[in-house]
Every structure is written in structure tokens, then in C-alpha cells.
């Protein structure tokens, strides 16, 4: 079975401190691991996927697999990153997508 | 290019009842998946249609099934209504090329249902 597991519902950070949203996984094979994030009155969607490699908004986030974790990093948090921030994980040939229960960021002016 | 739409945005039923919910895919794109997300979770995959075709299910039961049509329009409905039921139902469509795979998937703004 695949899990997703976001050990914080909140993380308030001030405005310039650094941001680690954590996310640990559970499966046995190749996942493909994504970022969603949902601001507020918006709907959800896609941050980044650990495929891509890329940096999105200053976000940066690394697939460990021998720590099984995919934590979201930024080094200068801004106002504008206020928002609910969801884990995901996909396996096998179709997209069922498992997600995390979230993190909340408040980023204090 | 025409986002992902849902409706209708909120729905109120009672325990035993049907509903049936519905999704419009993002202009070209040519699968749908459905999530039920409860208050303070993450979203739940309930099943994904591939080509008019049911293509994954998680773990919901039969009463939850769902259709789509030739335009990768889909419907979601849910039978025999319990009061579990009551979430935020969101559709993401996505296009795949020559067989399922995992892409990236468009939400949809959700439909709230309650379920007296």
C-alpha cells in the first residue's frame, strides 16, 4: 500500500525565514512524487514533480529515497506563499494519485 | 482554453438518496479522475476513466461509479448516500498519450456535498 504522511498541519514562518514543508512516503517500488498547492479560494494544483528537477516560485524539493522523503524547501519565504500545501504520490500504470493530509503555511509579515 | 469545471458548486441531499455530479476536462484533454476530499484531508482517489473507460479505482465501493462520454465529459454518482459521504468532490482531467501514465493533472474547482 502507498502512503503519504505530512507530519505538520501548520508551519508559520516569518516573512525571509527559510521554509521546509516535510512529506515522507511509503512504497514499495519507483513512485513519482509531486507538490500540490491550493492559495486561498483557488483551486488546487500542480507545484512540482521530482521528474521535472525544476525550481518553481524559489521552491526547490528532493526525492531521498533512503530516507523515503520528498521534503519542499524555499530559502526566503514571502507573504504570497501563504497557503495549503499537499504531498503526493503516483504509482503503476494509470494516475491514482495519494495524497497527503497537508501542511498549512502562514508566512508572518 | 476552457479550465476544468464542475457542477454544481454546492449540493444538499439526504441519507439514501442519489447524486450525480459532473465535470467538464479541460479543453483536449482525454482522462478524468475524481477525488473525494473530507474536511481536513487530503484528497482521496476515487477512480479515473482512460477513454471512456474505467482505468483505477481506489478503495470506494460500488455504489460510487461513474461515466465518461465521447467529449471526456464525466459524471460521478453515488447511490444509497451516507452521511460519510459529505466532502468536497473534485474532478482533475489530464491528457495522456498512448496509455495511461501519470501526468500532469488539472483540477477542477470542486462541488461541495452534504449529506443530511
Known amino acids: 500500500a502507498q502512503r503519504v504522511t505530512q507530519p505538520e498541519k501548520l508551519l508559520s514562518v516569518f516573512k525571509g525565514a527559510p521554509v521546509e514543508l516535510k512529506c515522507n512516503y511509503s512504497?514499495?517500488?519507483?513512485?513519482?512524487l509531486f507538490w500540490y498547492v491550493q492559495y486561498s479560494r483557488q483551486r488546487l494544483q500542480l507545484l512540482l514533480r521530482?521528474?521535472s528537477r525544476e525550481s518553481i516560485k524559489g521552491f526547490t524539493a528532493d526525492l531521498n529515497k533512503g530516507e523515503t522523503s520528498f521534503h519542499l524547501k524555499k530559502p526566503f519565504a514571502q507573504e504570497e506563499d501563504s497557503a495549503m500545501y499537499y504531498c503526493?504520490?503516483?504509482?503503476?500504470?494509470?494516475?491514482?494519485?495519494?495524497f497527503g493530509t497537508g501542511t498549512k503555511l502562514q508566512v508572518i509579515p | 482554453e476552457t479550465g476544468v469545471t464542475q457542477s454544481p458548486t454546492h449540493l444538499i441531499k439526504t441519507r439514501g438518496q442519489q447524486v450525480t455530479l459532473r465535470c467538464s476536462s479541460q479543453?483536449?484533454?482525454?482522462?478524468v479522475s475524481w477525488y473525494q476530499q473530507a474536511l481536513g484531508q487530503g484528497p482521496q482517489f476515487i477512480f479515473q476513466?482512460?477513454?471512456?473507460?474505467?482505468?483505477g479505482r481506489g478503495n470506494f465501493p460500488p455504489r460510487f461509479s461513474g461515466l465518461q462520454f465521447p467529449n471526456y465529459s464525466s459524471e460521478l454518482n453515488v447511490n444509497a448516500l451516507e452521511l460519510d459521504d459529505s466532502a468536497l468532490y473534485l474532478c482533475?482531467?489530464?491528457?495522456?498519450?498512448?496509455?495511461?501514465?501519470?501526468?500532469?493533472?488539472?483540477f477542477g474547482p470542486g462541488t461541495r456535498l452534504t449529506v443530511l
Open positions: 503526493a504520490l503516483s504509482s503503476g500504470g494509470y494516475q491514482k494519485v495519494t
Open positions: 512504497y514499495s517500488g519507483s513512485p513519482e
Open positions: 479543453s483536449g484533454h482525454n482522462t
Open positions: 482533475a482531467s489530464s491528457l495522456v498519450f498512448g496509455g495511461p501514465s501519470t501526468d500532469t493533472q488539472y
Open positions: 521530482h521528474i
Open positions: 476513466y482512460y477513454r471512456e473507460e474505467e482505468n
